[in-house]
């Protein structure tokens, strides 16, 4: 959807007003000067406007000559441009185009508890696809829209708008305040600064997670309002040392994945969300092994506190979340599980 494009729908009411006020022109000349009836006056106006070139109804016994004439030189042009303007809208398909925003549009304002992502180059485009993994729906907004052209041949039914993130009314547009997450995967730190300011006032409960070219810029984007920062620079370079020192470790995260050709990923799940969950409820009493086949392999306690491979004992606090790790239907026993 793009929220600039010119709206050819006007431009052709336009055309039709102008052609519609020359032939009214014209019919209401005819049957004032030659006292034509309706259907005559508005066939000799046709056949003038168009230059078919056929007789007249009957012989002119007014001015019926001198207002063709005029009508000829007055609406030549005017017609011809109408006409013109017409098949270059038909041609160069901007009209099915704004056809086809507005049905985006029309699917984007029935979005709730999406994902936002500004920007949709390289890093934006990798997000998209771990999002869509998870089955999330989301929308993008970019400039440029040859990243969206491109990003429609791997997304065909890709939800979009076409604009500037830092601009209040596009991510309105993006119905933002409806949204459960943003990411800000701009070029420009400034800019993805500006967009974590304005997600943060238009919809205070959202996670933002944002791009930060320079590390100086994380600090302000943490306190701008941003949950979280990456520096693709030091991801990158970070993934390259792992892969040189410890390549099959790297190889074997990368299958534990959502998506792609993965077997297994991880889950997380929050312990209030578990059935007759109790505080004082130790881990190996919950069974997940045993009734879905997914490993617990990590804790996060309501303090923030993280604990790898927790013993059996660990006993769970409310507001903590569990990771657990399985296949897809190891996982789907555990959804199930937690949904009884």
């Known amino acids: 959807m793009s929220a600039h494009l010119n709206n050819p729908l006007r431009a052709l009411r336009k055309l039709i007003y102008i052609v519609f006020g020359i ?16 259907i005559d006056a508005l066939y000799m106006t046709i056949q003038t406007v168009s230059t078919v070139g056929f007789n007249e109804v009957r012989e002119f016994t007014g001015y019926g000559k ?3 004439i005029f009508l000829i030189v007055s609406s030549f042009g005017t017609f011809a441009y109408g006409i013109s303007q017409l098949t270059q809208i038909i041609i160069d398909g901007s009209l099915q185009t704004y056809l086809k925003t507005i049905l985006v549009q029309n699917k984007i304002d029935q979005l709730n508890n999406h ?5 949709f180059g390289r890093n934006g485009k990798q997000a998209a696809k771990k999002i869509a993994a998870y089955k999330q729906p989301f929308i993008v907004i970019d ?15 890709l939800l979009y708008i076409h604009g500037d993130a830092t601009h209040d009314d ?12 943003l990411i800000s995967a701009l070029h420009n730190d400034a800019d993805n600064l500006f967009v974590v300011v304005s997600a943060r006032q238009m919809n205070p409960k959202m996670r933002i997670v944002s791009r930060a ?7 302000k984007l943490i306190s701008a309002g941003a949950n979280y920062t990456v520096s693709p620079n030091l991801v990158g370079g970070s993934h390259l040392a792992h892969n040189l020192m410890k390549p099959d470790v790297v190889e074997f995260l990368e299958r534990i994945d959502i998506g792609g050709n993965s077997t297994s990923y991880i889950e997380e799940v929050l312990v209030s969300d578990l059935p007759e969950i109790k505080k004082d409820t130790h881990i190996r ?22 604990v790898i491979n927790p013993g059996a004992d660990l006993v769970l606090q409310a507001n903590s979340k569990l990771f657990v790790l399985g296949d897809d239907t190891q996982i789907a026993k555990l959804k199930k599980f937690i949904n009884e």
Do not use: W
């Not at 032939?23 to 309706?38: C, P, W």
């Open 66 to 68: 001198e207002f063709t």
């Open 115 to 119: 994902v936002i992502i500004c920007g």
């Open 285 to 306: 009493d919950l069974e997940i092994r045993q009734l879905t086949g997914c490993t617990i392999i990590g804790y996060k306690s309501h303090d923030g506190d993280f």
């Open 23 to 38: 032939v009214a022109f014209g019919t209401s000349g005819y049957m004032m000067l030659e006292s034509y009836t309706f």
């Open 170 to 181: 596009i991510l309105e547009l993006a119905r933002i305040s409806e949204a459960r997450a």
């Open 143 to 157: 400039q440029n829209l040859a990243n969206i052209e491109d990003g429609i041949k791997e997304f065909p039914d």
């Open 213 to 219: 070219n320079e590390n100086s810029t994380e600090k």
